[in-house]
């Protein structure tokens, strides 16, 4: 089963950029859809972005020309560009595997990003 660690949360003002990363280990990664999740305080968990093995992404409308998911099978991580956050981008981010196959799901710890002045 594939683990993950997400990595690059942190405090960002408005306006302004972050990359997260999720390292994925112990399965064949190009098996594995990938997405990532926000969850705001006292909020469901949402889908943020999330990218097939072959490339093809899906954004929500929330983050649609902001925010872009990539995926680099050789190094068996997936990225997520924040562009131009917002307060309301402020989340636990979760990264996300969907094995193609069995059709099982891990997650990630979550990483913490705060947009704030």
């Known amino acids: 089963q594939v683990q993950l ?3 690059g949360g942190g405090l960002v003002q408005p306006g302004g950029s972050l990359r997260l990363s999720c390292a994925a280990s112990g399965s064949v990664f ?7 999740y926000q969850q705001a305080p006292g909020k469901q968990r949402e889908v943020v972005a999330q990218i ?9 409308d929330s983050v649609k020309g902001r ?3 990539s995926r680099d ?3 068996n991580t997936v990225y997520l560009q924040m562009n ?3 307060p309301e981008d402020t989340a636990v981010y979760f990264c996300n595997a969907r094995n193609l196959i069995t059709r ?5 710890q979550g990483t913490q990003v705060t947009v704030s002045t």
């Open 30 to 36: 190009n098996i594995y859809q990938m997405a990532w």
């Open 73 to 75: 099978n050789a190094k």
């Open 5 to 7: 660690v997400e990595s």
């Open 104 to 108: 099982e799901a891990v997650w990630g």
């Open 67 to 69: 925010f872009t998911i």
């Open 84 to 86: 131009s956050v917002k």
């Open 52 to 60: 097939a093995p072959g490339g093809k992404t899906g954004y929500a």
